[in-house]
């Protein structure tokens, strides 16, 4: 692994030379991955004393291969990747970690900020995944077919933490990484191709597509996020909608729901009602319940109190969040706004402005920052007017 990264490292040193000199390539992928290939070569023949491994990767790289060709039934190579890196011998975290940095190429600020933890913690499980693989010695091999079932859980979370990325991007602007959106839909759909029987897979799918197809919503003509409830659903991609509803329909007559199908539901509900007063709440708050006794985590419980507080007020909102209180999870700025907006619609101004500012410390992206400052703004006026 190590020697793979040095060599990509000097083929995109290269490049940086080469390609402002002569153009970009027809197929950018291929010449980098040629590059590289030569250089690890290179760096292997310059050895005098090969240990097994080494000599095992000159072999690899020797073996004549079609860098360019993506035919074929291999379906996709970062998939397959995905899944080869997704070892059981690492913890799941660490799967993911190294999955994220080193297949999907993801920052150590980006996966930090995607799952809520501080970016020295990301660095550790990447590091100590690192160690054990060289360590123990396992094998970087693609797995078997039935091997797959057993590593699937954490590529879902690998893929569906590239598809957030993507949707909400960790650092700038909102939508600077749409094109790990996209990536992590297609990675979801070759998923389904390969694997149709499991059903969350197809929960997946349906998810990043309902939560995708209000992309072009999201964003006023300014640049600034518009929430749910104002968004206007012209913007919206319907046929995105469509499709992501009947994969759910489809994949809940199984009768086994799965956390990203329970996902997919809420999101289909939101996207095909035709306003937001139309919003079937209720079912959503209901949901939201069931996934968290399926997957409970403290971003899920966020997301209840939420959803619970259109429908049951804001005080049952703050209520939920009340076992949070003094957790990591307050290193997450969307704890910290969905308490100030609870506060803010109880008339605790002062209380939601301290809120705003406990959010305004965490780490989010540029969009986020300038919506936490304009509602601080708010509160502290309308806090101002009230007696």
């Known amino acids: 692994m190590d020697i793979a990264e040095d060599a990509l490292h000097d083929a995109v040193v290269v490049a940086a030379d080469v390609w ?32 097994p491994k080494e ?13 360019g060709d993506t035919s074929g039934d291999n379906r996709d190579d970062r998939l397959r990747l995905l899944f080869t890196c997704c070892h059981p011998a690492l913890s799941p975290e660490s799967q993911v970690a190294l999955s994220l940095r080193i297949i999907c190429g993801l920052s150590t600020v980006d996966i930090a900020r995607v799952f809520v933890v501080p970016e020295a913690t990301i660095g550790q499980r990447i ?54 959106a996209d990536e992590g839909i297609r990675l979801s759909r070759v998923l389904v191709e390969l694997m149709p029987d499991e059903g969350e897979c197809v929960g997946l799918l349906a998810l990043t597509l309902a939560t995708n ?63 937001y007063a139309d919003t079937d709440l209720a079912q959503i708050a209901e949901l939201y319940g069931l996934l968290e006794r399926r997957w409970p985590t403290p971003i899920v419980r966020v997301n209840r109190a939420v959803a619970v507080a259109e429908v049951e007020g804001p005080r049952a909102g ?35 402005a301290d809120s705003y500012l406990h959010a305004l410390e965490c780490p989010s992206n540029d969009s986020d920052r300038r919506l936490l400052l304009r509602r601080l703004s708010e509160v502290r006026g309308e806090g101002a007017v009230r007696p």
């Open 20 to 51: 402002r000199r002569d153009g970009t390539p027809d197929k950018p992928g291929a010449w980098l991955t040629t590059v590289a290939r030569n250089k690890a070569l290179d760096r292997l023949r310059r050895e005098a004393k090969r240990q």
């Open 55 to 67: 000599a095992e990767a000159f072999r690899l790289l020797t073996e004549p291969a079609d860098v």
């Open 127 to 180: 590091s100590r995944a690192k160690a054990k693989i060289a360590k123990a010695h396992i094998p970087y091999r693609v797995p078997e077919p039935h091997e797959l079932p057993d590593r699937l859980r954490p590529v879902l979370a690998t893929v569906y933490a590239v598809f957030t990325a993507g949707h909400h991007a960790p650092v700038g602007e909102l939508d600077a990484r749409v094109d790990l």
């Open 213 to 275: 197809a209000r992309r072009r919503a999201r964003l006023d003509s300014n640049g600034e996020i518009v929430l749910l409830a104002d968004q206007d659903r012209s913007l919206w991609d319907t046929a995105a909608i469509a499709e992501a509803s009947a994969l759910v329909e489809s994949v809940l007559r199984r009768g086994r729901p799965g956390a990203y199908q329970i996902q997919a539901a809420i999101a289909c509900l939101h996207g095909s009602a035709p306003s």
């Open 318 to 352: 703050l209520d939920l969040l009340a076992e949070l209180v003094g957790t990591p999870i307050e290193r997450w700025h969307l704890y910290w706004s969905a308490r100030a907006d609870f506060q803010r619609r109880l008339g605790i101004y002062d209380e939601a």
